[in-house]
């Protein structure tokens, strides 16, 4: 069984410019939740969708949006980039209704701000 | 609002030293509480899930324990592959939002 897929897996940009990252979920999972990672704050959750809605959302400014395909492939977008977004952004697919009882973590996208 | 904190942030053991890695948590209607462990530069790996009090669950040399104010992770006789960082999480129920809270982690070193 495939795990989860996240693309890119390095990536270096500039402040002020705009990032897309991706994932793939393992087959058959329909929700996706993404996070933050830094040394400073340690795993912050940004959001999740569910069957193409985002059902919850973190503490994170409109900057940083997403949104679910219909084969549950998400997207992630960090419009007008900060250095204070270099972080590893995590993707996992959910399994197990609303409480997202378990989470399958992908390898992660590097996401370094000069 | 949800609080995890995670002790000791760092832990150096002799292999097969027994120790255990505390998780305390402050959550409004507990739904779940997680343990992860993190190699460097990988994503977290799910090791348990516990929801309630007094629930158990073992793993090889691990041991996840649950109380209502805390979670304990037993690693007995630990070799180096334990060598990791070790996440907890809770997910709580609270207006019906289930956000995940995790804690800061602890680095675990076993040497050998």
């Known amino acids: 069984k495939a795990g989860v897929t996240q693309t890119p897996r390095y990536l270096i940009k500039t402040r002020g410019q705009q990032v897309t990252l991706s994932c793939s979920p393992i087959s058959g999972h329909r929700s996706v939740s993404w996070y933050q990672q830094t040394p400073g704050q340690g795993l912050q959750f940004l959001f999740e969708y569910f069957s193409e809605t985002q059902r919850n959302k973190g503490n994170f400014p409109g900057r940083f949006s997403g949104r679910q395909f219909s084969n549950s492939r998400s997207e992630m977008n960090v419009s007008t980039l900060e250095l204070g977004d270099s972080a590893l952004y995590l993707c996992?697919?959910?399994?197990?209704?609303?409480?997202?009882?378990?989470?399958?973590f992908g390898p992660g996208t590097r996401l370094l701000v000069l | 609002e949800d609080q995890v904190t995670q002790s000791p942030e760092a832990l150096r053991l002799q292999e097969g030293e027994s120790s255990s890695l505390n998780c305390s948590y402050t959550?409004?209607?507990?739904?779940?509480l997680f343990w992860y462990r993190q190699d460097p530069g990988k994503g977290p790996e799910f090791l348990f899930t516990l929801y309630s009090a007094g629930e158990e669950k073992e793993k090889e040399r691990l041991k996840a324990t649950l109380t209502k104010k805390e979670s304990f992770l037993h690693i007995t006789a630990p070799k180096p592959e334990d060598s990791a960082t070790y996440l907890c999480?809770?997910?709580?129920?609270?207006?019906?939002?289930?956000?995940?809270?995790f804690g800061r982690g602890t680095s675990l070193i076993v040497h050998p």
């Open positions: 959550v409004s209607g507990l739904r779940g």
């Open positions: 996992a697919s959910n399994f197990g209704g609303a409480a997202q009882e378990t989470q399958y």
């Open positions: 999480a809770v997910q709580g129920s609270s207006g019906g939002s289930y956000i995940p809270t």
